[in-house]
């Protein structure tokens, strides 16, 4: 029975904050599924989600936070 090989890659900025979420499945091209934006105060602010090489995001999500 021939396995299938599944590989996820991490980037992640200077202050250890996930910045690109990567997704590989055998030989197949690999894929990024998030890609997220932070403010100064570290808060996820955009996430955008399923993108294939190049092309535009299936979905991008906006976060916005009350001040109290």
């Known amino acids: 029975e021939v396995g299938v ?6 980037e992640y900025d200077s202050q250890n904050r996930l910045v690109k979420h990567y997704h590989q499945v055998d030989n ?3 894929i990024l599924l998030t890609e997220n934006t932070y403010n100064d105060l570290s808060q996820l602010v955009n996430k955008k989600v399923g993108s294939t090489s190049g092309s535009a ?5 906006d976060y916005d936070y009350n001040i109290r």
């Open 5 to 10: 090989t599944v590989q996820e890659r991490f």
């Open 28 to 30: 197949n091209a690999e």
């Open 57 to 61: 995001p299936l979905q991008s999500i």
